[in-house]
């Protein structure tokens, strides 16, 4: 393989930076070979309005579609059915379903997890129905999101994974995402310490989870994951990264 062939960065927000998001894909375009965007229904960022943003950069871009915990705690089904009706109509457009699932430290009421998790199996229903992955945010609720995911019989990835307790019983269902937290969260280093390699994927959560304080993460980071991996890993950084790139194409069902 040769050194010039750049990594994927397998989840991130571009239309969460605001009015920067064209300039954040120009430079990402540096730096790696594509960008999967989990465009995710969360407050104000209504996927309708990310999807006209980012369209003009598909191909570069790879669209997911979901809706976040965070939003599902609300349990607004009339919201639910309207980014339903918006994800079947792109259905062929997108290669998973996501991010959406289950974040219990966000959810503190017995009543907003007990809609996290209707909205979170609503989703995972759709996606076996449209035949698609999905994306998994987990958080103080991997085990629970994993026997989910097991019992809907879906393809998962469970982004930004932080719980060493449960990475044997996700990555048996799944891949496992490694972020760049994996220079700063303990919990993230014994994450994939314990991960195959052949069941890892690397990503950046940007624009959040940034190794660098004070600044805005960025899909050219995903090199912080790489040079983690490779030392943890003691893999060559080319074959760290064809690796990578082939779990991604695996899981999203492309070439790369």
Avoid at 99 to 109: R, T
Avoid at 143 to 172: L, M, T, W
Avoid at 206 to 230: A, D, H, K, Q, W
Avoid at 245 to 251: K, R
């Amino acid at each position: 393989m040769s050194p010039d062939v750049k990594p994927v960065d397998s989840h991130a927000h571009f239309e969460l930076y605001g009015k920067r998001f064209r300039e954040e894909i120009e430079r990402a375009k540096s730096c790696v070979s594509l960008v999967f965007d989990s465009i995710t229904e969360y407050r104000k960022a209504h996927v309708w309005k990310s999807w006209e943003k980012l369209k003009p950069y598909f191909g570069f871009v790879v669209p997911t579609l979901g809706f976040h915990p965070n939003e599902a705690k609300r349990g607004n089904w009339e919201r639910v059915r309207k980014v339903e009706e918006f994800l079947l109509e792109h259905s062929t457009e997108i290669v998973a379903v996501g991010e959406i699932g289950l974040d219990f430290h966000h959810a503190e009421s017995e009543k907003e997890r007990e809609n996290q998790l209707e909205i979170f199996r609503h989703f995972l229903n759709l996606a076996v129905e449209i035949e698609k992955p999905v994306v998994v945010h987990a958080r103080e609720a991997e085990d629970i999101a994993v026997r989910e995911v097991e019992r809907a019989g879906v393809p998962a990835y469970f982004h930004a994974f932080a719980n060493p307790d449960c990475v044997k019983s996700a990555q048996e269902v799944g891949f496992v995402g490694i972020s760049t937290g994996l220079a700063f969260i303990p919990e993230v280093v014994e994450v994939a310490k314990a991960c195959d390699v052949e069941r890892i994927l690397a990503e950046t959560d940007s624009p959040y989870m940034s190794p660098f304080r004070g600044t805005l993460n960025s899909p050219c980071n995903v090199s912080v994951v790489i040079e983690n991996l490779v030392k943890l890993k003691e893999y060559e950084r080319e074959e760290i990264v064809e690796l990578l790139n082939s779990n991604a194409g695996e899981f999203y069902g492309l070439k790369i």
